[in-house]
């Protein structure tokens, strides 16, 4: 079984700053808004680099999707940079109207996403926004795994043309992927193979679905562990392939059960290849203040859950 | 100038458009269209420099115009083709099915003119401020304008970007706000009044203008004030009191008009008042 290991660990939120700057110096046509939230958003470089294309808009996020919507008309791709509950909760019919309906060329890019965000609490601790995201035309969303892939998403979504919603967070993360991937969007990493049960995971939680699949060798089990960095458009083929092997999965997401990857996992499943499926994702229930590894233990959604989940689901493959 | 009688003839068409729009589907905002109908014909026959022939998103070196109060879009729908952007005859298309004229301003079917999706109000003086500030980044000179209803001021997105738009000198920028004052459900004094609209976008940092929308000359003359007023580190905005339903007797001076089609002998009681000018469609 493939291993990976990490030396050390950095925030998403910094692979985004890191992106940023390098785009800025690539590509004259891209600019950068934030809502009081640069320095969050690991935004500062950029704005020292090329204050001329870096926009505060202050606190006003409803405003700044509407401009970044409008600096798309003569050609410039803007960057929004906020939370993830501000940049999708709060604005939603901005972006559903100004952005998403008039397929603009807005790169939303939202940090401090699901319970990892950890003390603030519940107001911010957003676990819906992939699922708002997701249901709106036009909208790319991507959900990458570490720092390294945050930059190189960061970087492949300028390429792209039309709206797009990029989710990261705040805590320190383990780096084990290597910097000199390419970042394909919609095209799924296979990160370990393996023949018994599918673990499908994005962002934060395919460190955790790799640790569980070395937990799970251990007991006998191999386990394939995809990364879905893109949950629209999803890789369906990559799916497939895998589950018509191992006949079950397990998914695993730091967003609400309803309306998450899984929900789109499920939906890709008993269209084309009804399986036994386990979600391991946050159930109807909001957050609350802690630590980030804490949060993501009490809410079901450590290496113990996924294991669990995987037993259960090669149980019910067995019926 | 192009000469006020031919202007005043277009805008007599336009009227006759509007109605005759909304009549077709019973359905339909005739009310602040015709209020806002020399706006429009001033803007487009006047005003603007724009490129009917070529429409192109990015409107590179020309002036861009957004609707915020997206359901007045029969006078837009109106003008435009009118002056070229699309065949006079697809305003028989307008809120039917697979019609690039949809209720409210979209561009998904690629309408000629429109540059992004308005009807959910309050969002348009934040695209404008960033289609602006794109113009300044691309060192072209040409204006941005933009058009607000004033009850839609009651969407405090309005005012983010009102604020916006003052801290950054977003001044190649004049947006008008169609001071009605009906609504809906009622005046705007009924439903939420507005208060001093002079004094507080002179206190949000703004360059101030009035003027009365249904005097054709006086538009005219007021977009040339502002146009000079542009590029002297404000943003301008001008105040214009129009009447709703302007040039149908019966739908003046009341809310009632806002968002209901005439019948069939009201459309010929309207249509009696606005005699054919440049031919219907």
């Known amino acids: 079984m493939k291993k990976y290991t990490f030396t050390e660990q950095k925030d998403t939120r910094s692979g985004f700053g890191a992106g940023l700057l390098e785009l800025g110096r690539k590509n004259p046509q891209v600019v950068a808004l934030t809502a009081d939230l640069g320095g969050s958003l690991k935004m500062n470089d950029f704005e020292k680099e090329f204050p001329e294309r870096f926009f505060q808009v202050g606190i006003a996020e409803a405003n700044m999707m509407g401009v970044a919507a409008g600096l798309t008309i003569g050609g410039k791709i803007p960057f929004t940079g906020t939370f993830a509950n501000f940049s999708t909760g709060r604005v939603y019919d901005q972006i559903r109207q100004s952005i998403a309906y008039s397929n603009k060329n807005v790169k939303i890019c939202a940090s401090h996403a699901g319970l990892t965000l950890g003390e603030d609490g519940a107001t911010h601790q957003i676990l819906e926004d992939i699922g708002m995201m997701k249901m709106l035309p036009n909208m790319t969303v991507i959900s990458p795994c570490d720092y390294n892939e945050t930059k190189a998403a960061t970087l492949a979504i300028a390429e792209h043309q039309g709206p797009v919603y990029l989710r990261f967070g705040r805590p320190a993360w383990p780096v084990f992927t290597s910097p000199d991937e390419p970042f394909v969007i919609g095209k799924a990493k296979l990160m370990i193979e393996g023949t018994d049960v599918t673990i499908i995971a994005t962002g934060h939680m395919v460190w955790k679905a790799i640790e569980a699949a070395e937990v799970l060798i ?61 979600f391991v994702a946050v159930n109807d229930t909001f957050g609350e203040s802690g630590k980030p590894l804490e949060l993501l233990k009490k809410y079901g959604l450590d290496v113990p859950n996924i294991v669990a989940a995987a037993e259960t689901v090669i149980r019910r493959k067995a019926r | 100038m192009a000469e006020i009688a031919k202007l005043k003839d277009i805008c007599t068409q336009v009227r006759r458009d509007i109605v005759r729009m909304v009549h077709a589907v019973q359905s339909g905002h005739p009310g602040g269209s015709l209020g806002c109908t020399e706006y429009m014909v001033a803007l487009y026959f006047e005003i603007m420099d724009v490129n009917p022939e070529q429409f192109t998103m990015d409107g590179i070196g020309e002036d861009l115009f957004f609707l915020s109060n997206g359901h007045i879009s029969p006078v837009w729908y109106s003008v435009l083709a009118r002056k070229g952007y699309f065949p006079v005859a697809e305003l028989a298309t307008f809120r039917k099915i697979n019609s690039r004229l949809q209720g409210h301003p979209a561009t998904a079917e690629h309408t000629p003119g429109v540059r992004v999706a308005s009807g959910s109000l309050g969002q348009g003086l934040s695209v404008a401020c960033g289609a602006a500030l794109a113009k300044k980044l691309n060192g072209d000179k040409k204006l941005v304008y933009v058009l607000h209803g004033d009850g839609e001021l009651q969407e405090g997105q309005i005012w983010e970007a009102a604020m916006f738009a003052a801290h950054k000198k977003i001044d190649n920028l004049i947006a008008t706000v169609d001071v009605n004052g009906q609504q809906i459900d009622g005046s705007t004094e009924q439903v939420l009044s507005l208060g001093d609209l002079n004094a507080k976008w002179q206190a949000f940092g703004w360059d101030v203008l009035h003027m009365n929308g249904n005097n054709l000359e006086e538009v005219i003359s007021v977009f040339k004030k502002a146009k000079e007023h542009t590029g002297k580190g404000k943003p301008v905005v001008i105040l214009m009191k129009t009447e709703m339903g302007f040039g149908v007797d019966y739908m003046m001076g009341s809310h009632k008009w806002h968002g209901i089609a005439p019948n069939d002998e009201l459309l010929q009681k309207a249509l009696d008042q606005l005699p054919e000018t440049l031919g219907d469609y």
């Not at chain 1, 562990?225 to 893109?230: A, F, L, P, W």
């Not at chain 1, 890789?235 to 998450?260: F, P, W, Y």
């Open chain 1, 218 to 278: 251990e007991r006998g089990i191999s386990a394939e562990v995809i990364n879905i960095h893109t949950i629209k458009p999803l890789d369906e083929e990559a799916i497939l392939k895998s589950v018509q092997k191992t006949r079950c999965v397990v998914t695993a997401e730091e967003h609400m059960r309803n309306g998450g990857l899984g929900e789109s996992v499920a939906q890709c499943l008993c269209l084309n290849y009804p399986s036994p499926m386990e």
